[in-house]
């Protein structure tokens, strides 16, 4: 088990909570990047009013674009390998799902119940909504379990960088279509003879299990749930891809795709707006719905404690 993860309740995480809030005002930057129909049309400057907006949410919020700052120079091929070695040497906790939900909670806390929800709430309202449009029980549980990758912040992450963010292929050259792309230039990477060019380490469509993707709590909890539970390979890219913007939102790195992925892009398609727009719903009552959610985890998570 990893330092600070008791069996007691911890106290509130102070840097969890500013991880959150820094979450938060990525999903609110998303939320406006991906309004479906621009209220208004393109400004004579050719700026749409999204964009427009995005820009100025940006300049009121310093942290997301310190993250994305820091995460466009720190994100290299290297960083990756490593991290994913680490990932495979180490179980840095053993619990079942409910039970990770709750120390997720615990352990960012909620500093103002007031204009933030809590990570248990986020989830259970992503179930929920999914639950309420009669989705399939193994979507609902996806919803419910999306960001459970968030506690690698709390097992040895280096920083906000590689927990939350957009995330991208490292290996190949930078898509400008990644939000705040210019920031790459930072990253070593962008000047390496292979990982600068194109198909960079990869070939024409290689299929995007085998790109290696930013490291983040997506790609920590793909992996986490890929050998441990019986969910199917749509769930496994609603995981793994929910926070690949430039791709399911802008149409990058199509040229990495085979046929499967076109199928998976169609599910995290149908997922995103779960994730993105179920915030204004009413809270849930955690103890209420408990019992149809552990019900739900037992049924394809037969291995009750899991390596995380
Ligand atoms: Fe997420
Ligand atoms: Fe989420």
Redesign the pocket.
């Known amino acids: 088990m990893a330092p600070g993860l008791t069996s007691k309740t911890p106290p509130p995480h102070p840097s969890g909570r500013e991880l959150e809030e820094v979450?938060d005002q990525i999903d609110a930057i998303n939320i406006l990047l991906s309004s479906p129909t621009p209220t208004t049309t393109t400004t004579t400057a050719g700026d749409s009013k999204p964009k427009s907006n995005f820009r100025q949410y940006l300049t009121a919020a310093p942290q997301v674009k310190a993250l994305y700052k820091e995460q466009h120079e720190k994100q290299t091929v290297e960083y990756n390998l490593a991290a994913r070695k680490a990932f495979h040497l180490t179980v840095r906790a053993r619990m079942g799902i409910w039970e990770a939900m709750e120390k997720l909670n615990a352990l960012i806390d909620e500093s103002d119940p007031d204009t933030s929800l809590s990570q248990i709430e986020h989830l259970l309202q992503t179930a929920e909504a999914m639950r309420r449009d009669g989705k399939p029980r193994w979507m609902q549980l996806t919803g419910l379990i999306?960001?459970l990758?968030?506690l690698l912040f709390f097992f040895g992450a280096q920083g906000q960088w590689d927990v939350?963010g957009d995330t991208f292929p490292v290996g190949c050259a930078f898509d400008s279509r990644i939000i705040l792309s210019e920031s790459f230039t930072q990253n070593p990477d962008s000047k390496h003879p292979i990982y600068s060019t194109e198909m960079g380490i990869y070939t024409l469509n290689c299929g995007l299990d085998n790109l290696l993707l930013s490291w983040g709590?997506?790609e920590y909890l793909y992996h986490v749930v890929k050998g441990q539970s019986l969910l199917p390979a749509e769930a496994l890219a609603m995981i793994r891809y929910?926070?690949f913007y430039p791709w399911h939102r802008e149409g990058a790195y199509k040229r990495f795709m085979n046929e499967k992925d076109w199928q998976m892009l169609e599910a995290v398609k149908e997922f995103n707006p779960y994730?993105l727009y179920s915030k204004s719903d009413a809270p849930p009552v955690v103890e209420e719905l408990k019992p149809y959610y552990t019900e739900l985890i037992d049924e394809f998570f037969p291995k009750k404690i899991l390596d995380w």
């Open positions: 979450s999306h960001d990758g968030k939350v709590h997506d929910h926070s994730d």
